[in-house]
């Protein structure tokens, strides 16, 4: 259910902008109106943000899958060193004297030069939806400063927690795999985002229906081992209604 300003939309046709979405946004605009979680906006910008960075987000986990980008723990990390620093903790900081843009860019470009945790994947694709979302401009003013590296993020990322939410596309959710094999702990779960339509995408694993994903994970226990691995309830997501405040008020940190 979808409220602006208090007043619940009941058709596409309350929806601003609806003509003028891609195909895309259309589905994710259609699964916000009849979700049984109830979404509010104080603006139509502020709907038609969240629209547009959800789908996104979408098209950047896909976009990552082909970038040949491969998975590694946080100790074998690898990134292009003429954008980033690699630390000590696998993380990927920055360089100064590059662009928050081009430094994510170039992930995608030359993808077979970084490898990374499934974690970071997650954060990378947040932050490159949102640079299709608000533009390279934007973006560099937002993000100097940049570090890619587990659930730590940039405070105006705005992640939030969900615990009774409905699954959107966009969404980060997460496979418990509780017993894994203590000689792959990187195994011990799985970071996804919702693609929509019932598939997933993990990176190291791909493409793919929630069930597939918990097999993979399944095959990766400790001998013996009886318990499933399991989607969890939580949902990771932007704080969009507070992130859209960037396309008017860009320098502006919005801390929670």
Request: include cysteine.
């Amino acid at each position: 259910m979808v409220y602006i300003k208090g007043k619940q939309l009941n058709t596409i046709e309350d929806i601003p902008g609806f003509g003028q979405f891609s195909e895309a946004q259309r589905a994710t605009a259609v699964r916000l109106l009849n979700s049984r979680e109830s979404f509010f906006y104080d603006s139509s910008r502020q709907l038609q943000f969240e629209i547009t960075y959800r789908a996104n987000i979408v098209s950047s986990a896909y976009a990552l899958k082909d970038s040949g980008a491969r998975f590694a723990t946080f100790q074998t990390a690898r990134a292009n060193r003429n954008f980033w620093i690699l630390t000590a903790y696998g993380g990927f900081l920055i360089r100064p004297d590059v662009t928050p843009a081009d430094a994510i860019t170039d992930i995608f470009v030359n993808g077979r030069k970084y490898a990374f945790e499934c974690t970071t994947s997650m954060m990378i694709i947040l932050y490159k939806g949102l640079l299709e979302t608000i533009g390279p401009t934007t973006f560099n003013q937002l993000f100097r400063g940049l570090l890619l590296w587990s659930t730590e993020h940039d405070e105006d990322l705005q992640l939030t927690a969900v615990m009774s939410g409905e699954s959107l596309a966009g969404d980060i959710r997460y496979i418990q795999n509780p017993e894994f094999h203590p000689a792959t702990p990187q195994w011990q779960g799985e970071n996804l985002i919702d693609l929509g339509n019932g598939m997933f995408f993990g990176h190291g694993i791909g493409v793919g229906m929630l069930g597939e994903f918990i097999e993979v994970l399944n095959q990766r226990r400790r001998p013996g081992a009886t318990t499933s691995a399991f989607l969890t309830a939580q949902i990771i997501r932007p704080n969009f209604r507070r992130m859209a405040e960037y396309t008017g008020h860009p320098l502006r940190r919005l801390l929670v």
